[in-house]
């Protein structure tokens, strides 16, 4: 509690009567130097003990944080699509660039990539919707994030899960409260509400069965997986009967068809309730519950396409075949679903959709088959087909381009406040500053670099051992940043272009052939004659071929008006931490940079680290970049201070694949994509 307020005066202090005045100020005088010594040393004292207990270093700065991020153009890759149970609007789309959800009407999307703690540079292997959770699985466990209160929270082995690893997951329909995880080294049942995991591993009851069990189907009355043969099992399927905690198995033994089998490796499973189906070596077999045996449905010859993707609705089944299958298991007739004229209002082609279809995800909620391809495209789409009435709208990935921006989007070069990208519908400028797009050519470039006010874009012509010599094409052009139109072209015919050479004009433009005798030919791009013309190539020209110094280079080197760097290295460095040898007019020096531990998948074997791109920022080259495998370094040469930028600062991947660093920004690829930060 505060004192009780008083009406008494507050005087100033008296000082002692026998005290002369002299004496008293110089007194006072040495009493505040004494008082502001002793605070400016346990200043200093707190101060130096924050820097030790932080890792003061004044050569190594690792605390920084990254500043905005200006844009991003996600590169989907590899995608999975999860229908949302509750509202049938909805897919859930996941993949290396994150989490995303889409609204199959509006064509919203909501990005959960920097909403959802934990998941910036994971391997995502699954996602679930359980009421208002969001079950993630990614390499190192499961992730529980509350849509509604923004919260979330990781379960690993340490809170009971069979393993970290490999993660599927399978809600069960008859029990909201209970979450079936598949795991590498198990089956797993994680109580939501309680946050309580029970695992089952050599009770499922076929040998080696800790060893990637998949969970295909949950009713109210069994519990479904395979088993598939590895170098611990020869694999095989078990059920759980979930009222009397029975386990029973099926090896592989019994999936054979009159041959020998070895093994049981299937391409999918479905069941539905007492029935279930699965693939083997190309066979559908149908569970019998009358004689507890596995006949087979269909037959299979080489070179019929794979059955895959499997799913089972009462008697009917569905697959995927070459094209989407239907088949009666009791008569075992099949037909082709998929149709033409299912694609009459589609906005896409029944051709394309088709020879892109690669995945298949039964939405039970809502009685329909959610079909997509293996990786994001503007040429084909999600499609949502009805069991019902057989039903397909279709949703274009072109329609979302206004979020992508660009699909399938790789680094060429970078200058000022352009970035040059290749990207599924060709060569691209992107102006930064004005947030523009701009086609440079219709097709992809094996080279694009910015000199001056231009584009320097090649084609190189390669053959890998055998291939036809005469019918191998290069090209050259040269296209104005101002007016994004083509100044110059040329081609070369008949030869291979393995290497190129781009000088600080266009003027400086060469292409050159290596063949397996060692010999080697050299041609130059008259930008005025239109032509590509052969060379004598002992020319006064102190060059390497470009490509062939940046894939074996090992050393960069700059001179500026503080003077000149050589930067050494090694691109393959052993353990947590990455050498580099600096020399200058002051001589040679190394500096160390720590890059922490990699965060391991299952098969990882060494904690080497890896280099794999490296850059002077062009405004200011004191200033070296270095892209690792394990985040982004910033050197500065003359000082030998270093930052080491990872997701927790920022990124959205710490495994960095290329960096070219700008005036006011550094463009980074990696497998999420490509990304413009401030630093």
Not at 401 to 415: G, H, I, K, P, T
């Amino acid at each position: 509690m505060p004192p009780p307020e008083t009406n008494q005066a507050v005087t100033p202090l008296q000082q002692p009567p026998n005290v002369p005045p002299g004496k008293r100020h110089f007194g006072l005088l040495i009493t505040v130097i004494v008082a502001g010594i002793l605070l400016l040393c346990v200043a200093l004292a707190w101060f130096i003990f924050l820097r030790f207990r932080a890792g003061f270093n004044a050569k190594n700065v690792n605390n920084l944080n990254t500043e905005t991020i200006v844009k991003y153009f996600p590169n989907f890759g590899s995608i999975v699509v999860k229908p949302d149970p509750i509202d049938s609007r909805y897919l859930w789309l996941f993949g290396q660039a994150g989490i995303m959800r889409v609204d199959t009407e509006s064509q919203e999307i909501v990005d959960y990539a920097g909403k959802i703690p934990g998941i910036k540079n994971r391997s995502l292997s699954d996602l679930v919707r359980v009421g208002e959770k969001l079950f993630i699985g990614f390499q190192g466990g499961l992730i529980d994030y509350n849509l509604n209160t923004k919260t979330s929270k990781q379960y690993s082995t340490a809170d009971g899960l069979a393993s970290s690893s490999n993660i599927a997951l399978n809600p069960d329909p008859s029990d909201s409260d209970i979450l079936w995880i598949s795991t590498f080294e198990g089956l797993s049942k994680l109580t939501i509400s309680s946050g309580r995991i029970q695992s089952f591993t050599a009770e499922i009851g076929i040998s080696g069965t800790t060893w990637q069990p998949r969970v295909f189907h949950v009713d109210d009355k069994y519990v479904w997986l395979t088993i598939s043969a590895n170098a611990y099992t020869t694999g095989g399927i078990a059920r759980l009967d979930k009222r009397t905690g029975v386990w029973k198995s099926w090896g592989y033994e019994l999936f054979h068809y009159g041959r020998t089998p070895s093994r049981f490796d299937t391409y999918g499973a479905a069941a539905d309730g007492d029935r279930a189906i699965v693939e083997e070596d190309g066979i559908i077999y149908s569970y019998n519950l009358t004689k507890d045996e596995w006949l087979p449905i269909t037959t299979y010859h080489q070179s019929d396409p794979v059955k895959r993707e499997i799913t089972l609705k009462g008697t009917t089944a569905y697959f995927w075949s070459g094209t989407l299958k239907e088949l009666n298991i009791d008569t075992a007739v099949e037909w082709d679903l998929l149709q033409p004229s299912m694609f009459a209002n589609a906005g896409i082609s029944f051709d394309k959709f088709s020879k892109a279809l690669l995945r298949i995800e039964f939405d039970e909620s809502h009685g329909r088959l959610i079909l997509y391809p293996q990786s994001v495209s503007s040429n084909t789409g999600i499609g949502i087909l009805s069991l019902k009435n057989k039903n397909l709208p279709v949703v274009p990935f072109k329609d979302f381009e206004r979020f992508f921006a660009l699909f399938n989007v790789n680094l060429a070069d970078a200058s000022g406040s352009h970035i040059i990208l290749n990207t599924e519908s060709g060569l691209v400028d992107y102006d930064w500053s004005k947030n523009i797009t701009r086609e440079l050519l219709p097709h992809v470039a094996s080279v694009a670099k910015i000199v001056g006010n231009k584009i320097v874009a090649l084609n190189l012509a390669t053959c890998d051992m055998l291939c036809d010599i005469k019918s191998l094409v290069a090209t050259s052009s040269v296209i104005s940043l101002e007016t994004a139109k083509v100044e110059a072209a040329a081609t070369i015919t008949g030869t291979t272009t393995d290497a190129y050479y781009i000088g600080d004009t266009v003027n400086d433009i060469y292409l050159f052939t290596y063949n397996y005798k060692n010999t080697n030919k050299g041609y130059k791009f008259d930008t005025t004659d239109n032509q590509i013309k052969s060379i004598d190539l002992n020319f006064p020209h102190t060059w390497m071929p470009q490509e062939l110094y940046n894939s074996s280079g090992n050393n960069v080197s700059v001179s500026n008006s503080t003077g000149s760097y050589i930067v050494s290295f090694d691109r393959r460095q052993i353990g947590d931490a990455i050498t580099l040898s600096v020399r200058s007019s002051n001589g040679e020096q190394n500096v160390q940079i720590p890059v922490g531990p990699e965060e391991y998948n299952h098969w990882s074997t060494n904690s080497d680290t890896q280099i794999t791109s490296y850059a002077f920022k062009p405004s200011s080259q004191n200033v070296f970049w270095i892209g690792t495998d394990r985040g982004l370094i910033r050197l500065d040469v003359n000082t030998l201070e270093h930052r080491l930028f990872t997701t927790n600062n920022g990124l959205a991947n710490n495994n960095i694949s290329k960096v070219i660093p700008a005036d006011e920004i550094v463009v980074i690829q990696h497998p999420s994509g490509v990304y413009l930060y401030h630093f």
